[in-house]
């Protein structure tokens, strides 16, 4: 998919037109929004919210460009994604180059590099607001660009060629931060805009054990203010204020900064942390009724004010709570990080079985065609293991942490419910993870390793999402971290944009290996509507060594049976055609009868009967020999197969 075909139009202008009539919201969604605060404030603050929420609304929509209201209402949430869908994840700043600022040097990498112009249709910019700490998310100003990286005009130029992810940073503020400091002052319009006590006291031991979040350090900060010592909420760092939303002062002015991200060119806003978003004494502070409520109350705005706009949540916690953020399917996030696949990946790599990766992905579930799952393998963070904390073993997860140990990655820990710290995360590159920084291997075979481990991510049904330092290979950067002692920055080297474009140039250095690879199975996804988020999958357990997996079109017109290699060795596997569903025949008519079942009474698109199957990796053939389909695998690779009935269907 070419780039251009993202080119968007400007949609709002820098001042709202009151000329034009204004946004009628209508008596539905005017008693939804009122319900949701309800839920959140009680009848009579909701009350007193509701108009102001309104006038957020409306000032929004009267900053639409002419012409642009009316495709609203044209907008299918069901097209919203598709397989041509795949995002580059990045900090504004991990190129640089002296000559022009980051944000400029990151689109001339994705516009200039060979093989990856046009392969990424998505960028996910992480926090590029003025911070403190945590690279990035310990906002000072949530409202600009930080000078460092460029400007609001350096994100639109990417905006008009690729769909942007923006960070929505809404759990915490900086300590430097201007409402936070007006907290301090005694400013009485920021009354209550953190969690504060006038004691730690106030909060109880028995409160604390019950409290679960990504860290270990004391979750009270002492702040002097105006009136003396405070004691406030931080979940991750004394430096990051918890934002107190049980203030409705606090909820609104949220919105009004998720509405102008959406007029300053977001297509896609990522709830970083949203876990934690509410806090309640007494209860875990983590996943609360009131978090989802809030989650289904932007859900509501964006509604109403750009339903082209999606929401996606970032919450590293067990698999079965971290679906519960797609709600019904219809009214929480539209996309939601996947944080069980990285870990159980890495089992299936480091046990060369992929076993335990099939059983899990047959257990997976779509509550509709308007929400995925965002399908990443390695973050700015790092290797999250709560994701398979309920679906791998104790002995399996430290099985995976010694893996990675010794492979030079370090660990993260958290506090648990009843004050228990266990780890939380892996830090390492995904590189570095995955080989061992040696001698003794080819690095034709790691690359192969990355590659294999990566089609996995591509090939399961949703969004796929790569990590920049994933792209090109980067190894574990455990000098920064000597200096400091912040265990993610393993994972967040910087890099010279000159000397990566030298490197480029190699054509056997590890970067230019790993793109040229890559982009060739990023070229066969977004070209084969099989893959489709929508489309249907089916785990073929055929042979512990190999995950395979059938994607179905969402108009059951294409098929591919995606094969992956988990070992150092070569394996050949047999299927019997009927475990493939190849039950279907063409009629004179070339209507598709379809007559197959995946062993669940669900319908299943049949495939067409065909004595060829063509690898669009491989570039080769496999013949059927007495209705089975035998495959020879290398170590590592990679195959995706299509009956060529259907190919010649598509060159036709």
């Known amino acids: 998919m070419s780039s251009s075909d993202f080119l968007k139009r400007k949609a709002y202008s820098a001042a709202p037109d009151y000329t034009s009539p204004l946004l009628q919201i209508s008596s539905e969604q005017r008693q939804r929004l009122l319900g949701r605060l309800t839920f959140l404030y009680g009848e009579t603050d909701a009350t007193r919210a509701l108009p102001e929420l309104e006038r957020l609304i409306k000032v929004h929509d009267a900053h639409k460009i002419p012409g642009k209201k009316a495709e609203n209402g044209h907008f299918n949430p069901v097209d919203r994604f598709t397989q041509q869908d795949i995002a580059l994840i990045t900090y504004g700043d991990i190129l640089i180059s002296e000559s022009v600022s980051p944000l400029v040097t990151l689109a001339d990498f994705l516009e200039c590099t060979p093989g990856l112009r046009g392969v990424f249709n998505t960028v996910h910019i992480l926090p590029f607001f003025p911070y403190s700490s945590d690279r990035g998310f310990s906002i000072t100003n949530f409202r600009e660009v930080d000078p460092n990286l460029g400007s609001w005009k350096d994100i639109e130029s990417l905006g008009e060629r690729y769909r942007l992810m923006f960070d929505g940073v809404f759990n915490h503020a900086s300590s430097q931060s201007k409402a936070f400091q007006e907290m301090l002052n005694g400013n009485p319009d920021y009354h209550n805009f953190a969690t504060a006590y006038r004691s730690p006291d106030e909060l109880t031991p028995e409160q604390r054990e019950m409290i679960v979040r990504p860290r270990t350090s004391d979750i009270l900060t002492q702040y002097q203010s105006i009136e003396g010592p405070i004691w406030v909420w931080t979940t991750f760092s004394p430096d990051q204020i918890d934002l107190n939303f049980t203030n409705p002062k606090v909820l609104l002015e949220v919105i009004d900064t998720l509405l102008l991200y959406v007029r300053r060119g977001a297509d896609i806003i990522r709830l970083d942390a949203v876990t934690y978003l509410w806090e309640e004494p007494g209860t875990p502070c983590a996943n609360l009724a009131q978090t989802h409520e809030v989650i289904r109350l932007f859900r509501d705005v964006l509604d109403i004010a750009a339903p082209q706009v999606a929401l996606t949540t970032e919450t590293n916690i067990p698999h079965e709570e971290n679906i519960t953020y797609f709600g019904n399917g219809y009214d929480e996030a539209q996309m939601v990080y996947n944080f069980a696949l990285p870990p159980l990946v890495l089992y299936t790599f480091y046990r060369e079985d992929a076993t335990e990766l099939s059983k899990w992905v047959q257990t997976l579930e779509y509550p509709s065609d308007a929400m995925t799952f ?18 791998l073993s ?135 509507k099989a893959f489709h988020p929508n489309g249907d999958q089916k785990i073929i357990q055929v042979d512990p060594a190999v995950f395979a997996l059938l994607r179905i079109s969402p108009d059951c017109e294409q098929h591919i049976l995606t094969l992956t290699n988990v070992t150092s060795q070569r394996c050949q596997i047999t299927i019997p055609l009927e475990r493939l569903g190849v039950a279907g025949v063409y009629t004179q008519s070339s209507e598709r009868v379809d007559t197959s079942h995946d062993g669940s009474n669900k319908p299943f698109c049949a495939i067409p009967q065909d004595n060829y199957w063509y690898d669009l990796m491989g570039r080769r053939g496999w013949r059927i020999v007495d209705d089975t389909l035998s495959v020879t695998l290398a170590a590592y690779d990679v195959a995706w197969l299509i009956p060529l009935i259907e190919l010649e269907q598509m060159i036709e």
């Open 374 to 391: 965002f399908n990443i393998l390695d973050t700015h963070d790092g290797i999250g293991l709560l994701g398979v904390k309920n679906i």
């Open 394 to 528: 104790e002995q399996q997860i430290s099985f995976i942490i010694r893996c990675a140990r010794e492979h030079g990655a370090l660990i993260s820990y958290r506090t648990a419910e009843g004050g228990v710290e266990e780890p939380y995360e892996i830090n390492s590159t995904w590189f570095s993870a995955l080989n061992l920084d040696s001698e003794y291997e080819d690095l034709e075979l790691q690359i192969k390793r990355m590659v294999a481990s990566r089609s996995i991510a591509l090939v399961l049904r949703g969004i796929p999402g790569i990590y920049l330092h994933g792209l090109v290979g980067t190894r574990n950067n455990i000098e920064t971290v000597l200096k400091t002692k912040v265990k993610r920055d393993i994972n967040r080297a910087v890099i010279h944009y000159a000397d990566l474009k030298q490197e480029l140039k190699n054509l056997d250095s590890r970067p230019a290996q790993m793109i040229t690879q890559l982009s060739r199975l990023l070229d066969v996804r977004v070209s084969n």
